[in-house]
C-alpha cells in the first residue's frame, strides 16, 4: 500500500496551475499594465451608474438644454407604491421643440399631398395607352348634380322602384360593349318638351303636323268698305330630314287652304267689284335641298323649289269681275357647289325658274288668258365669303339672270322681256348662341325690252336675325327685298320690302305668347304708286302634350295707298287646334 503525496508537493502544483495564465498573457499583450482608479460610481447600482449621464453614446452633443426625457428611463422600483406611481405627473413639454418620426411628404409618392411643393415624376405611359385621370382634389369641378324629380316636378328622395328594378339585360351590340365596335352617336338634347317627336322611316326623320282653325275676317277681300265672313284655314306641313354622317337631304313642305263661307257681291256701287266674288285661297311653299359631300371642302349642292299661290287681297294686280282669283305657280332649280380654301369659301350655283298663271273666270261665265304673265327666268348667282374669325363671315354675293316671257307683248302692249341682277355684301355671325344670323345691304337694278319701260332700280335690304334674350324669350328680325311683275300699264315692276319683327316668350313650358309686327312696301315704278302695309298679330299656344296644341290668333292688317279708294282695313281672329307626331 503505498503511502499519500506530501502536503508541500500539493502545494506547489497549485501555485503553478495559477501562475501559468498570467505568464500567457504577459507574453501576448507588451503594452504597459495600468491600474483603474476607484470611483463612487463603480459601486452604484443603478442601471447607467457606471457612466456620467454626460458621457453617455447616445446623448446628444448639440449645444442646447438637456430635456428630462433624454435621460435614460429609470425602471419602476418593485418596492414603491403602485398608488403613488400613478400620481407621479408626467413632464412638462412647454418651451420644447416637437419631433417627428417621419421627415415631410415622406409618403407623398406621386399623388399624395406634399407641402415642399416639389416637382412629381410622371408615369410612363405604354404606346397607345390612355392617358389616367386626374384624380379628384382641391381644386377640381364639382361634379354637376342631378337631383331625381317626380313626374309631378318636386324633388324625390329615392328612386322609383322602376329605375332599381331587374330588368331584361340589353345586348352588348345595342349598349356599344362589343369589342372593336365603334362608339354609338349620342342623341341630340331636345330642346322644345313639347316639340314634336317624329318617326323614322329607314336613314329618315319624318315629322309632320296639321292646322285646324276657325273664326272671323273682318275684311277678307281688303275692300275699302270692309264686308265680313266666317273663315276656315286647313294647314298641314311636313318635315322629311336624312340623318347620314355624310351627304344630306331635307324636304320642307307647307301649305295651307283659306276657305270663306260668305260670298263677295259682284259689283259694288254700279261698277264690277275690284275683288273676285268667291275668295277662297291656297298657299302652299316648298323646297328639297340636296348636298353630296364629295370631300371635306368640297360639297355639291341642289334645291327643287315649289310656290303655289293667288296675288294678295287689294293688290291692283287683281282684275275686276273675276269669279275667284286666279292661281299661279312657280317652280325651279338650282345646282351649284361650295369649295372652302381654308378660311376663305366660294358658293355659286345656276338656277331656271319658270312662273305659269291659271286663266281668270269671270262673273259673266267667260275666261280670260293669263298666257302674258307666264314667263321663264335663266340666271347664275356667285357668293364669295372669308371667315375673319369663330362666328364672324363677311360675304359679297352677286346676282344675275334674264326674263323671257312666252308672249312678247303683255295685254296692254308692253314688252316686258328683261333682265337684271343685283349686288350686295354683308356678313354672318354668332356671338356666343345669344345673336345669330346674316344681314346685307345691297342695290338691284333691271332693264326692260320696252323702251317705254323706265329701269327698275333701288336699294334691297336682306336679313335674318335672332336674338337669345333669356331662356325664356327670343326676338326674331327679319328683312327681304323683291322685284316683281305687274300688269298696271306703264309700270315697269313692283319693288317689294318687306320687314317683320317678332318675340316669343314662355310663360310656361306648356304656353307661350308670340308677338309679331309685320312692315312692307310696295313701290309701282312708273306709275308713282305706293303702298304700305301694316299687320299687327298676337298668338297664344297652348300645349296640352307633344302632339296636340291649342292656339289662338288675333290680327289686325292695314293696307295704306295713295290712290284714293285702294287703302282698307281687316281684323281676323281665329281659333285652332295643331294635330303633330
Known amino acids: 500500500m503505498g503511502s499519500p503525496p ?5 502545494s506547489c502544483a497549485h501555485l503553478l496551475r495559477a501562475a501559468l495564465p498570467c505568464l500567457l498573457l504577459t507574453a501576448l499583450e507588451s503594452a504597459p499594465a495600468a491600474a483603474q482608479s476607484l470611483a463612487p460610481d463603480l459601486f452604484n447600482p443603478n442601471r447607467g451608474g457606471f457612466a456620467a449621464l454626460d458621457t453617455l453614446p447616445t446623448r446628444r452633443t448639440a449645444g442646447v438644454p438637456q430635456a428630462p426625457s433624454d435621460a435614460i428611463p429609470m425602471p419602476p422600483d418593485p418596492n414603491e407604491d403602485p398608488r403613488k406611481r400613478r400620481e ?24 399624395g399631398y406634399d407641402s415642399l411643393n416639389r416637382k412629381r415624376q410622371q408615369p410612363k405611359l405604354y404606346p397607345g395607352q390612355p392617358k389616367p385621370k386626374r384624380p379628384a382634389g382641391p381644386g377640381s369641378p364639382v361634379p354637376p348634380a342631378t337631383p331625381l324629380v317626380s313626374p309631378l316636378g318636386a324633388p324625390r328622395i329615392a328612386p322609383p322602384p322602376s329605375e332599381t328594378a331587374n330588368k331584361t339585360p340589353v345586348p352588348p351590340a345595342m349598349a356599344g360593349t362589343v369589342p372593336g365596335q365603334p362608339l354609338r352617336r349620342r342623341l341630340r338634347a331636345d330642346d322644345d318638351a313639347f316639340g314634336a317627336v317624329g318617326d323614322y322611316a329607314g336613314s329618315f326623320l319624318i ?4 292646322e285646324l282653325s276657325t273664326g272671323y275676317d273682318t275684311n277678307p277681300a281688303r275692300l275699302q268698305k270692309p264686308i265680313g265672313s266666317p273663315v276656315y284655314v286647313v294647314a298641314p306641313d311636313l318635315l322629311v330630314q336624312s340623318d347620314w354622317e355624310r351627304h344630306a337631304l331635307v324636304a320642307d313642305l307647307r301649305g295651307s287652304f283659306s276657305g270663306y263661307t260668305n260670298n263677295m257681291p259682284a259689283t259694288i256701287d254700279g261698277f264690277a267689284s275690284p275683288s273676285p266674288v268667291e ?14 359631300d364629295v370631300d371635306r371642302d368640297l360639297k355639291l349642292t341642289s334645291q327643287l323649289r315649289l310656290r303655289l299661290a293667288t296675288d294678295n287681297p287689294g293688290s291692283p294686280n287683281v282684275q275686276a269681275g273675276l269669279q275667284k282669283y286666279p292661281v299661279y305657280a312657280t317652280y325651279g332649280t338650282t345646282v351649284g357647289f361650295d369649295q372652302t380654301f381654308n378660311r376663305f369659301q366660294v358658293a355659286a350655283g345656276a338656277a331656271v325658274d319658270r312662273t305659269a298663271y291659271t286663266d281668270s273666270k269671270l262673273t259673266d261665265g267667260s275666261t280670260f288668258s293669263n298666257d302674258d304673265r307666264d314667263f321663264n327666268q335663266y340666271g347664275g348667282v356667285g357668293r364669295f365669303s372669308y371667315e375673319l374669325k369663330p362666328g364672324l363671315k363677311p360675304f359679297v354675293e352677286i346676282e344675275g339672270d334674264n326674263r323671257v ?10 314688252l316686258r322681256d328683261s333682265n337684271g341682277g343685283y349686288a350686295k355684301i354683308g356678313s354672318s355671325f354668332e356671338f356666343s348662341r345669344i345673336l345669330t344670323g346674316e344681314i346685307s345691304v345691297g342695290y338691284s337694278a333691271r332693264n326692260y325690252v320696252d323702251p317705254r319701260l323706265s329701269q327698275l332700280s333701288g336699294f334691297l335690304t336682306s336679313g335674318s336675325l335672332i336674338w337669345n334674350a333669356s331662356g325664356l324669350t327670343t326676338v326674331k328680325f327679319n328683312t327681304d327685298t323683291q322685284i ?13 320690302h318687306t320687314y317683320a319683327a317678332e318675340v316669343d316668350h314662355d310663360f310656361r313650358r306648356w304656353l307661350t305668347a308670340i308677338g309679331k309686327f309685320t312692315y312692307g312696301t310696295y313701290d309701282y315704278q312708273g306709275q308713282n304708286r305706293n303702298d304700305k302695309t301694316y299687320s299687327l298679330e298676337g298668338n297664344l299656344i297652348y300645349k296640352l302634350n307633344r302632339n296636340v296644341w291649342i292656339k289662338g290668333t288675333l290680327r289686325h292688317d292695314i293696307l295704306d295707298s295713295n290712290q ?17 307626331n
Open 279 to 292: 275668295i277662297d285661297r291656297p298657299d302652299f311653299t316648298g323646297h328639297v335641298d340636296g348636298r353630296i
Open 6 to 10: 506530501g502536503r508541500g508537493r500539493s
Open 564 to 580: 284714293a279708294g285702294s287703302s282698307s282695313q281687316g281684323t281676323v281672329v281665329m281659333v285652332g287646334v295643331r294635330l303633330q
Open 405 to 414: 316671257h312666252d308672249q312678247a307683248a303683255d295685254r296692254n302692249g308692253y
Open 207 to 210: 315629322k309632320g303636323g296639321l
Open 88 to 111: 407621479t405627473p408626467a413632464p412638462s413639454r412647454i418651451g420644447q421643440v416637437p419631433t417627428y418620426g417621419l421627415p415631410a411628404a415622406n409618403g407623398a409618392s406621386s399623388s
Open 484 to 496: 316683281a311683275e305687274t300688269t298696271i300699264p306703264g309700270s315697269s315692276g313692283v319693288l317689294v
